[in-house]
């Protein structure tokens, strides 16, 4: 008999009468009655065209047939048993999800884990990447970083750091001066919500005091993310925030030839306000606050 034609139901009855023989004891013991017992038993007969019980009055007995087949089954309930008590008793590990964007998580969360693991051993973080925004009302997450001036209604939020914005480049395309941007393509990424104070290349101008640039001499991306890499890879000079290259700028990937720097949004730390946080999300909450306030 194949595995999937297994009567799983009918051989776990067989397995208890036969154990406490007696159909009766079988049927309550799996909050049945001694009927079904008995039905599943006789089409478990069928099924194999062997007969498992002799049945007496008032007594039934294995066949030889039946006596065959409960040792195996017996050692099989058993050993499942054994083995699920055992995965029962293992203690669950603490796991917080923080929801933010695509960028905010590769750029920012990423390279900071293996500082909250060594902190926190005993937390699995779940990082969900999405430049849609998270109902945390109707979802798992346990934290989210919002990106704006808000207000966030139905969370409780507070502010992690202000970003700031700088034109960068890759050093060998020899940006030194806000003169190259005749020279060196922009390079854009599009907000998701349009903003009169969005960081964007024509704000920069207009608080340097220079003309922008003709558009012709431009890269567009859909994703800070990739506009951070188009940089990286020398296409041209990126706006971009400036918390987010900190590996890139270290590293020496990206410069910051000239300035000005300005203002971008805040970020916020934001869980759902009729939701307690549990000593976990605590925890992680306490290691974000820490890490924006190192930078």
Known sequence: MQRRFLPLSALRAFEAAARLGSFKAAASELAVTPTA????????????GLVLFDR??????????????????????????????????????????????????????????????SRHPGIDLQLQASDDLVDLRST??????????????????????????APVANPRLGVVSADDLARVPLIRFDWKRPQPDNPTWERWCTVAGRPLPPEAGQLRFSDEGHAIQAAVAGHGIALVSLALIADELEAGHLVQPFGPAIDGHTYHLARHADRPPSAPVQAVAQWLRAQAAGG
């Open 37 to 48: 017992v008995s039905h599943q038993i006789r089409a478990l007969e069928a099924q194999i």
């Open 56 to 117: 007496q009055v008032r007594k039934v007995s294995l066949s030889n047939a039946g006596t065959q087949l409960y040792p195996v089954l017996r050692d099989g309930f058993d050993a499942f048993e054994v083995t699920l008590a055992k995965l029962m008793q293992q203690p669950t590990r603490n796991q917080v999800s923080i929801s933010a964007t695509n960028a905010f998580t590769v750029k920012w969360l990423v390279p900071r884990m293996s500082d909250f693991r």
């Open 140 to 165: 798992a997450v346990d934290i989210a970083i919002r990106y704006g001036r808000g207000p966030y209604p139905g969370l409780i939020t507070e502010p992690l750091f202000t970003d700031r914005f």
